[in-house]
């Protein structure tokens, strides 16, 4: 049967295609988005896991915005602004999912940074919006080429990920998230603040949500993926009161309601003693790593080969000084190492910056030194 024609809008995950070559046999990859394997707290959710069976109810169908008490807390936890609502969602890929089908016709702007989160690419593909990329700094987007696009009036919606970017693990500055609120109100876009990997920061100073400064016009998007297990498939969607009704109802219209015993085992997480912990040694685990990733990069690759420090988060940006990231990877397989190309972080048709996209939150720090060994024979 023919796919509809909405479907001829998404380009194929680079990263899902090459999964069977990545996972093979010998090969290190530092393509996925992996959280540690080794490192999920499992042991901390033995006990809820093994009193499950003792709670019938909640195995009953649930509400679709939430199991109740996992929302009471939540909104406390993260001091949901007074105006905004919550609802959980099957991972925050479905949040974005559920914000497309809400609010977009087909054409209508979306800005996103450039380079990109493809499963956003994704998400606004299938949705039939016209993307605007505007370029990435050290320190956020490029505000200058964000603010005439705002002023075209051709964009509804930014979608962005300021702490800790999937892909280039860039941190938007304070004033840099102040002044991007104040973009969206005075243009009147929306902002889709996706934050996912906001609780892994291993240096720097936490610094508030842009949301904080235009929550009347932001929506914020939570993940349980990166600090519990991307297995649970759960996250969280607030935005202003009155925006969630629509948005619940279309989750109604796609899965009822997401798994009500694994919310309740999230609540059991997140409210036990040892959960603060785990954080910080998965941070210091990432921080290790990273600092393992970064080392091996300046001794094997040196002069020429760029990656901006960050400061949390699972990636790290190379700049290449040639050309073509796509061939680059390719040639990386054949030496046993998976790494993703700068291209599958860019719409269709947007040259992209050359680089790879490198995860260090995975494997060990002999194992990430060995593929940077593997990388510089394809690099140098
Ligand atoms: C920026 C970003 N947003 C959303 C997601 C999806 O996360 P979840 O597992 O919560 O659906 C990811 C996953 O890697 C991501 O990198």
Not at 101 to 116: K, Q
Not at 271 to 283: N, V, Y
């Amino acid at each position: 049967m023919q796919v509809a024609t909405h479907l001829q809008h998404i380009h194929p995950s680079y990263i899902r295609e090459i999964l069977a070559a990545a996972t093979a046999e010998g090969i290190i990859s530092l393509a996925g988005g992996l959280p540690a394997t080794d490192r999920f707290p499992l042991s901390l959710m033995a006990e809820s896991i093994a009193e499950l069976p003792r709670h019938a109810e909640l195995f009953q169908y649930g509400e679709t915005a939430g199991y109740r008490p996992l929302l009471d807390h939540l909104e406390n936890l993260y001091q949901v602004a007074s105006s905004h609502r919550m609802m959980v969602c099957s991972g925050s890929q479905q949040g974005l999912d559920l914000i497309a089908r809400t609010f977009l016709n087909p054409g209508d702007g979306v800005a996103m940074e450039a380079p990109s989160y493809p499963g956003a690419l994704q998400v606004f593909g299938m949705a039939r919006a016209a993307i605007h990329p505007v370029q990435q700094h050290r320190d956020g987007p490029d505000l200058d080429a964000l603010e005439s696009l705002f002023a075209s009036g051709q964009v509804k919606l930014f979608y962005a990920v300021p702490d800790f970017h999937n892909p280039t693990g860039v941190c938007w500055t304070l004033e840099v998230r102040q002044k991007v609120a104040s973009l969206c109100d005075r243009y009147g876009v929306a902002l889709i603040e996706d934050a996912p990997y906001r609780e892994l920061r291993f240096a720097g100073k936490e610094l508030p949500l842009v949301s904080t400064f235009c929550p009347e016009r932001a929506l914020v998007l939570r993940s349980f993926s990166k600090i519990a297990t991307p297995g649970i498939r759960l996250g969280m969607l607030s935005g202003p009161r009155d925006w969630l009704p629509a948005l619940i109802r279309v989750k109604q219209a796609s899965d009822l309601h997401s798994s009500i015993p694994m919310q309740a085992l999230i609540l059991d997480l997140i409210t036990h003693p040892g959960f603060p912990g785990h954080i910080r040694q998965l941070c210091d685990l990432y921080s290790e790593r990273y600092q393992a990733l970064a080392t091996a990069l300046s001794e094997y690759l040196g002069e020429g080969f760029d990656a901006e420090p960050v400061q949390g988060g699972m990636f790290l940006w190379l700049k290449l000084p040639v050309l073509d990231s796509a061939a680059v990877a390719r040639a990386a397989l054949t030496k046993r190492v998976a790494v993703v190309p700068s291209t599958a972080f860019y719409p269709k048709g947007v040259s992209a910056e050359p680089a790879l996209r490198l995860n260090f939150s995975h494997e060990a720090p002999d194992t990430l030194r060995e593929a940077v060994r593997r990388l510089a024979r394809v690099l140098i």
